[in-house]
């Protein structure tokens, strides 16, 4: 999403500097919307993509549909939700032809919609797998009723979900335990919430144990963020949105650690400003 012209309006060579980048770091894993530079950033990936060179089967694409955006791209009235089984093929099929490619790794519905028929979406992602188009199959945003309503149709891989220290809902509200349960794999967007945006009580407190524990981990902030949240035990795989080459390399790093249970405890007290029940 930070790539094109909503974040650093990455020039097409700069574009494939970074993909090689990622690729150098183990990072494989490109993840996409439709909707990204109001449906103008999964091009302008695709054309970066053919000047890298990089092999196809060297990486993994993950595409979003569904959003209806307002914006000059799009001839809408208002923002919303298309989950109809011809919509879902054709914004698949539109985001194959931008991205310069034959399939998607992973197809997500980006966010629920109130009108969206799981009989439908059961049907298009059918199509959509026999035909080669996608390979696995997901959703975003999606509670555990939304999942099961859908699940009961479709098996479903991977809920992409907004997680981190400062908002771990998902953690206390059924929606990790019912992934966990399901075998559907999370995927977390925003893994470092608002500890590097904001400054308020609750951030100044995470600095402050973050800083106790740099140096025992040998670690930088963000790297203890990312190892905090990948510590839970439903496997939660973050998205990290930096276009930073320097970040990108520390955020690997993040999976050599392994916090002690104590040190994974203080953080979220930290977090919390409370002792846990």
């Known amino acids: ?18 993909m090689h980048h990622c690729l150098a770091n183990n990072i494989t894993t490109f993840d996409h919307a439709d909707i990204y530079g109001a449906y103008t950033t999964e091009a302008d990936f695709g054309k970066a993509f053919l ?32 989950y109809s089984k011809d919509y879902i093929i054709w914004s698949v099929e539109q985001s194959l032809k931008n991205l310069e490619t034959e399939y998607l790794d992973l197809l997500l519905l980006h966010r629920p919609s ?39 149709r479709i098996d479903i891989d991977v809920n992409q979900i907004e997680f981190s220290l400062t908002q771990h809902t998902a953690m206390h509200n059924g929606t990790l335990d019912y992934m966990s349960t399901c075998g559907i794999k999370p995927m977390a ?17 995470i600095h402050r144990q973050l800083g106790e524990l740099i140096e025992k981990y040998n670690a930088t902030e963000d790297q203890l963020l990312l190892a905090w949240l990948m510590m839970h035990p439903a ?43």
């Open 51 to 82: 000047e890298s060179g990089i092999k196809r089967e060297d990486i993994q694409l993950i595409s979003k549909c569904g959003i209806q955006y307002l914006c000059e791209n799009r001839d809408n009235k208002v923002k919303h939700y298309d």
């Open 235 to 277: 496997g939660i795989r973050p998205v990290i949105g930096t276009t930073n080459f320097d970040r990108i390399a520390n955020a690997n790093r993040a999976l050599d650690i392994e916090l002690e249970l104590e040190d994974w405890f203080l953080i979220l007290v930290a977090s919390q400003g409370h002792k846990v029940p």
């Open 114 to 152: 109130p009108l969206m028929v799981a009989e439908d979406i059961a049907e298009a992602i059918t199509i959509l797998k026999k035909d080669g188009k996608i390979k696995d199959f997901g959703v975003s945003n999606f509670t555990p009723s939304q999942m099961e309503m859908i699940g009961l």
């Open 1 to 18: 999403m930070t790539w094109g012209s909503w974040g650093k309006q990455l020039s097409k060579h700069d574009m494939a500097d970074l």
């Open 189 to 205: 967007w925003s893994p470092l919430g608002s500890v590097f945006k904001e400054d308020t009580e609750q951030t100044r407190r």
